[in-house]
């Protein structure tokens, strides 16, 4: 089989290694299809603290069961089947706390390397992270299980509905993601800024009620203009630049939440105004990963198809173009890209 190795940050070389054998639990799967992900990019380019470089590359994708280990009951060879790439343990002190997106042993056995020909199972993924894909439901719509699981975790962690200003920052598959979930739990209005002409068009299209390439003075305005001059009651970030942490939290009015979701390069630091975080009891939380009932959750959504995914991406590449499409990633021309080995 054909499979990527990230050998350090910035060399990506596709290898022909032996086709894995699936033990007791596991399962292989045929890659369909592989979405390419903003994750991976920052891994390519400058590794990443919670994946193995060297390592495999690709984890949001859909497949066909190849075969099954011992014991393996739920799936056969033939069965469409999506995954995502971890599950917690169950046992450890975070998924006793119902933490479960934080389990210690998280990342220590995965489903990796969906830029490939296939990729193994594991037993404690297979159990609590697959599903069989349904008629109705197309590769690409599935392959999404993962980034809407996160984005599902994460609205949990702030208030998006009801009579509230919601002001997302970026405007990527994430931020996305965010305006459509964001409409469906009853936001009253929805602001999503962006730098991408097209974006912001698709953004609009999707739910935004405005949608701004602008600076702070347009911003801070539009947010005013939607809020009664409060300023955002939540807002999501969705970038990972210090930089837009420190919007995020200028624009939120006293009272307000802020989900820092985006994660950072290793090391950042934002400069906070304290007076304002204590004095106006403003509330930052952070959002990572999933829990297997957001997974869940997500999957209902992609399976009761109320969300818009394949405006999302942007093309189809072959497994051999995968360096040209984060390439196309880098240098903003695509939202996301179907890899189709």
């Known amino acids: 089989m054909r499979v990527y190795h990230l050998l350090r940050p910035g060399q990506l070389e596709l290898e022909l290694v032996n086709k894995p ?31 193995k470089v060297p390592g495999l590359l690709g984890h949001e994708w859909a497949g066909v069961v190849e075969s099954v280990g011992d014991g393996v009951r739920s799936y056969r060879p033939g069965d469409r089947i999506v995954a995502t790439p971890t599950a917690p343990c169950g046992d450890c002190a975070f998924c006793l706390r119902q933490r479960e997106n934080l389990c210690l042993h998280l990342f220590e056995q995965m489903a990796i390397g969906a830029y490939g020909d296939y990729v193994l199972v594991p037993r404690h993924i297979v159990n609590r992270n697959a599903y069989k894909i349904p008629t109705a439901v197309s590769d690409l719509q599935a392959a999404f299980l993962e980034p809407l699981a996160c984005v599902v975790h994460g609205s949990d962690l702030v208030c998006l509905g009801g009579d509230r200003t919601v002001v997302l920052i970026g405007d990527g598959p994430i931020a996305l993601l965010f305006l459509q979930v964001a409409r469906l739990r009853g936001a009253d209005r929805v602001v999503l800024l962006g ?5 912001l068009e698709l953004a609009r299209e999707l739910g935004a009620d405005v949608a701004l390439a602008a600076g702070e003075v347009q911003v801070r305005a539009a947010v005013t203009a939607l809020s009664d001059g409060l300023g955002a009651d939540t807002v999501v970030e969705c970038v990972g630049r210090p930089e837009a942490w420190e919007q995020a939290i200028g624009l939120v ?11 950072c390069e290793r090391g950042s630091r934002v400069s906070l105004d304290t007076e304002r975080l204590h004095y106006e009891e403003i509330a930052l939380k952070g959002g990572f990963h999933y829990t297997p009932d957001s997974v869940r959750r997500a999957w209902d959504l992609i399976c009761s198809g109320v969300l818009s995914l394949d405006p999302l991406i942007t093309g189809r590449m072959s497994l051999n173009e995968l360096p040209a499409a984060l390439d196309r990633l880098r ?10 080995p």
């Open 331 to 340: 240098r903003r021309e695509a939202l996301k890209l179907a890899i189709v």
């Open 195 to 199: 730098r991408h002409a097209a974006r």
């Open 253 to 263: 009015r006293k009272g307000g939440e802020v989900l820092l979701f985006g994660g």
């Open 21 to 51: 054998v699936p033990a007791s639990g596991e399962l292989l799967a045929r890659v369909s299809v592989a979405l390419t992900c903003g994750t991976d990019l920052k891994t390519f380019e400058r590794g990443h603290p919670r994946l």
